[in-house]
């Protein structure tokens, strides 16, 4: 595939209008702008948009999500997520670095960092004197 062509694909714009309903999952290489409602999971290499007034009732996965408006499901942004002052997200957010302004609503988990250095890092062993503590153990 040439070059430009590569290139054309990556910084495609779909937009769902406001006055569109789409049912199932949506997948794109580029950009995606909610402005409507999608019911159902969307996946974008690049970024997810949700406007002011739309609506994603599903998962989004992405590498940047900007939300100005509703999403129902968990986001999972490989580099950011910024909610602004309009948005609520009812789900889970795992990322790198978040912003939420004044106004905006999270309910639900953050998770932030590298989620393959998470994954990897080896779990620390309890100390065994700690959980005796924990339970009103004294010792002499």
Known sequence: MPDNQARGRDSSLSIVAPDL????????????KIDGIVEGNVHAERQVLVSKGGTVNGDVVTKEAIIGGTVAGSIQ?????????????????????ILVHEGGEVNGNV????PV????????MPDPSSADDRRGIQKL
């Open 111 to 114: 998770r932030m960092g590298n």
């Open 77 to 97: 942004a490989s580099e950011r997520v910024e909610v602004q002052p309009t948005a609520t997200v009812q789900g889970d957010i795992a990322t790198q670095r």
């Open 117 to 124: 250095a998470a994954a990897q890092a080896p779990k620390p």
């Open 21 to 32: 309903t789409v049912t199932g999952e949506l997948k794109t290489e580029g950009v995606v």
